[in-house]
Every structure is written in structure tokens, then in C-alpha cells.
């Protein structure tokens, strides 16, 4: 009965795995839709405005589980895990294709073991540490790569890298000092407390209103952020919390090995290019990532 449930739970964790490579696979070609009509900080702080306004409801309903304790980390994470990527994303992606931007995202298991080594004194192994090596050098080729295969410094590609950061401290957080809450609970009252800054920035410090009443592609930008907000956001980010909980962060991490095969696709289909600096880069990160996790 003990190895049948543990073997359910290792498929349920599994299929989180899939569906959240999918969700998170599909928000570079998202953002890419978005940013036809609308400017990064639109894309953004609209982004962050729709998964706040989906998860109000059981924001209200779980704020009685939180206690003064969890305040400061959940409005941490609400920053780190949504808010600040969001906008680092948008403006990285004006000048990054789609399928770059994706792979450049599966760096973010290294930073989560790097700042687990750090900040909460994880053991590292020569395996970590060789992994971890590989996988920044992959990054540094991967920011080298310029667009039409020659070699410069992409500074775009450096907001990524810190959106990744940003990553790595959301799920150290979630893992070490979370624990006691659920999923929903951490994601919906963490976007609770982030959705009204997201709100004053969009209608006060953007253009979106003026955009909205004169581009005719407006419409279009506005629902591919607003579905990135509510699946891409809001329920994916549910899902990732419950597998961090259920499994441990580097696993819940490595949902960044799929995620780039997926913004790949969507990157090919949608006529995007990539050079061999470009594609060495991607393979180097990958494998470092993979490295790295390998038991």
C-alpha cells in the first residue's frame, strides 16, 4: 500500500511537471502577442493585475490562515515569484526572441541551489558545483550571442538572468520558510498583496488607457496578457507551489529542462531564427542543468 502511494504520488508529481512546461512554455510566445500593442510595463503590471483579480476570491478566503510571521515572506514572494519577473520578462523580450528568452529561463534551478547554499546552508557536492559552472557558462555564451550570430553583449538578456534570481529566493522561501501554508494559500494572498501596486502602476505610470482607444491590435495584445496572467500566472503558479511542497525545490525547478523545448516549438512556428552562439549556449545551460540535479 506504501509503494502504491508513493508511486501515485511521484505521477502526480510528474503531471504537475508536464502541465506546468506547457503553461510556462507558452508565456514567451504570450508575451511576444503582448507586446505587439502594448509596452513592457503594460505587459506587465496587466500580467500581474489579472492572476491577483483570478485569485482575489480565495485570497479572502485563506487570509485567515496567515499569521504576522508569514507577512514579510509572502510579500517576498509576491515580489521575487511574480511581480518583478513579470516586468523583467516584458522588457527583455523587446529584444529578445521568444525561444531565447525560454532557455535563458532554465537557469533557474542553479540560482535555486546556489542561494539554498547561501542563504539557507545547503550541502553543495563537486557535482553541484560542476553543474553549476557549466550551466553559467552557457549563460554567459548564450548573453554573448547576438542576434544575427556575431559576438556581443546582449544587456537584455541580463533582466532574464535576473528574473531567474528572483526565482531561485521565491522557491527557497516557499520550501524553507512556507511550509506550514498550502499552495493556494501562499500563491492567492501573495498575489492579494502585489495586485494593487500592479494596478496603481498600469493606470497611472502607463500608457494602456490611450492604447487600449487607439491601436486596433490593443484587444489582442490585452487577451494574450490576460491569459498569461490567469494560466501562465495565477493557476500555474498554484501548481508550482503545490510541487514544491509535495516534492522538493530543485525537482520542482527542473520543470525549466521542458519548459525551453516547449517555447522552442512555439518560437519555430512563429518563424523565429536561431545561430549556432545562440544554440551552443542553450545546449551548455541544459546540460549544466541537468548535471547539477542528477542523483
Same mark, same amino acid.
Given at each position: 500500500?506504501?509503494? %502504491? /502511494?508513493?508511486?501515485?504520488?511521484?505521477?502526480?508529481?510528474?503531471?504537475?511537471? $508536464? !502541465?506546468?512546461?506547457?503553461?510556462?512554455?507558452?508565456?514567451? $510566445?504570450?508575451?511576444? %502577442?503582448?507586446? !505587439?500593442?502594448?509596452?513592457?510595463?503594460?505587459?506587465?503590471?496587466?500580467?500581474?493585475?489579472? @492572476?491577483?483579480?483570478?485569485?482575489?476570491?480565495?485570497?479572502?478566503?485563506?487570509?485567515k490562515y496567515i499569521k504576522s510571521k508569514h $507577512?514579510? +515572506?509572502?510579500?517576498?514572494?509576491?515580489?521575487?515569484?511574480?511581480?518583478?519577473?513579470?516586468?523583467?520578462?516584458?522588457?527583455?523580450?523587446? /529584444?529578445?526572441?521568444?525561444?531565447?528568452?525560454?532557455?535563458?529561463?532554465? !537557469?533557474? +534551478?542553479?540560482?535555486?541551489?546556489?542561494?539554498g547554499i547561501l542563504v539557507f546552508k545547503q %550541502?553543495?557536492?563537486?557535482?553541484?558545483?560542476?553543474?553549476?559552472? =557549466?550551466?553559467? @557558462?552557457?549563460? @554567459?555564451?548564450?548573453v554573448l550571442a547576438g542576434s544575427q550570430g556575431? *559576438?556581443?553583449?546582449?544587456?537584455?538578456?541580463?533582466?532574464?538572468?535576473?528574473?531567474?534570481?528572483?526565482?531561485?529566493?521565491?522557491?527557497?522561501?516557499?520550501?524553507?520558510?512556507?511550509?506550514?501554508?498550502?499552495?493556494?494559500?501562499?500563491?492567492?494572498?501573495?498575489?492579494?498583496?502585489?495586485?494593487?501596486? @500592479?494596478?496603481?502602476?498600469?493606470?497611472?505610470?502607463?500608457?494602456?488607457?490611450? &492604447?487600449?482607444?487607439?491601436?486596433?491590435?490593443?484587444?489582442?495584445?490585452?487577451?494574450?496578457?490576460?491569459?498569461?496572467?490567469?494560466?501562465?500566472?495565477? !493557476?500555474?503558479?498554484?501548481?508550482?507551489?503545490?510541487?514544491?511542497?509535495?516534492?522538493? +525545490? *530543485?525537482?520542482?525547478?527542473?520543470?525549466?529542462?521542458?519548459? +525551453?523545448? &516547449?517555447?522552442?516549438?512555439?518560437?519555430?512556428?512563429?518563424?523565429?531564427?536561431?545561430?549556432?552562439? /545562440?544554440?551552443?549556449?542553450?545546449?551548455? =545551460?541544459?546540460?549544466? &542543468?541537468?548535471?547539477?540535479?542528477? %542523483?
Open positions: 500500500m506504501i509503494i %502504491r /502511494q508513493q508511486a501515485d504520488s511521484k505521477s502526480y508529481s510528474w503531471i504537475i511537471l $508536464i !502541465v506546468l512546461a506547457l503553461m510556462w512554455g507558452s508565456s514567451f $510566445i504570450l508575451i511576444k %502577442r503582448g507586446l !505587439v500593442a502594448l509596452g513592457p510595463g503594460s505587459v506587465g503590471a496587466l500580467r500581474i493585475l489579472a @492572476a491577483s483579480i483570478f485569485l482575489l476570491i480565495p485570497a479572502i478566503s485563506k487570509a $507577512i514579510l +515572506p509572502l510579500l517576498t514572494v509576491g515580489f521575487a515569484g511574480s511581480f518583478l519577473p513579470a516586468f523583467l520578462f516584458a522588457k527583455a523580450q523587446t /529584444q529578445l526572441d521568444s525561444a531565447v528568452a525560454g532557455v535563458l529561463n532554465a !537557469v533557474t +534551478p542553479l540560482w535555486v541551489i546556489g542561494i %550541502r553543495i557536492t563537486i557535482r553541484i558545483f560542476a553543474g553549476m559552472l =557549466i550551466g553559467f @557558462a552557457g549563460t @554567459a555564451w548564450l556575431n *559576438v556581443m553583449v546582449n544587456i537584455y538578456a541580463f533582466l532574464i538572468i535576473g528574473a531567474t534570481v528572483c526565482y531561485g529566493v521565491n522557491v527557497n522561501l516557499i520550501k524553507f520558510k512556507l511550509s506550514d501554508l498550502d499552495a493556494l494559500t501562499i500563491t492567492s494572498v501573495s498575489m492579494a498583496m502585489v495586485g494593487p501596486i @500592479a494596478a496603481a502602476f498600469l493606470f497611472l505610470k502607463t500608457d494602456f488607457m490611450y &492604447v487600449m482607444s487607439n491601436d486596433p491590435h490593443a484587444w489582442w495584445s490585452l487577451g494574450a496578457v490576460g491569459l498569461l496572467g490567469i494560466m501562465g500566472t495565477a !493557476v500555474a503558479l498554484v501548481l508550482f507551489n503545490k510541487l514544491v511542497h509535495i516534492t522538493n +525545490p *530543485v525537482f520542482a525547478s527542473s520543470v525549466t529542462y521542458l519548459i +525551453p523545448i &516547449v517555447a522552442l516549438i512555439w518560437g519555430i512556428i512563429d518563424g523565429e531564427k536561431l545561430f549556432i552562439g /545562440q544554440i551552443a549556449g542553450m545546449v551548455l =545551460i541544459l546540460a549544466g &542543468v541537468f548535471i547539477a540535479n542528477r %542523483r
